[in-house]
C-alpha cells in the first residue's frame, strides 16, 4: 500500500492508483479522483500530517550521497 494524492490549499484532494506520470494521463487506463468534499480532504490532511509528520525520515539522517549496490 502506498499513497498517491495532492492536496489543494485543504480544499481539495488529488488522488488515485496512477502514478503522475504523462504516460499515466495518456496512455495507462488510471483511476484518478478530484475531492471537494471537505470532510473527506480533512481526513486526507491528517494522514498526510501523519505520514510525513511521524513516520518519514528526517531530513538530517537522510543520506547524502547516492551509493548503488
Known amino acids: ?11 481539495a484532494v488529488f488522488a488515485g492508483a496512477g502514478n503522475l506520470t504523462g504516460d499515466a ?3 495507462n487506463f ?3 479522483y478530484m ?3 471537505p470532510e473527506v480532504v480533512s481526513r ?8 510525513y509528520g511521524k513516520l ?5 539522517k537522510m543520506p547524502v550521497e547516492n551509493i548503488l549496490p
Do not use: C, G, P
Open 56 to 60: 518519514a525520515t528526517e531530513s538530517s
Open 44 to 51: 486526507f490532511r491528517k494522514q498526510y500530517d501523519y505520514l
Open 30 to 32: 488510471e483511476n484518478f
Open 1 to 11: 500500500h502506498h499513497n498517491k494524492f495532492i492536496i489543494f490549499d485543504d480544499e
Open 35 to 37: 475531492i471537494q468534499i
Open 25 to 27: 494521463f495518456t496512455k
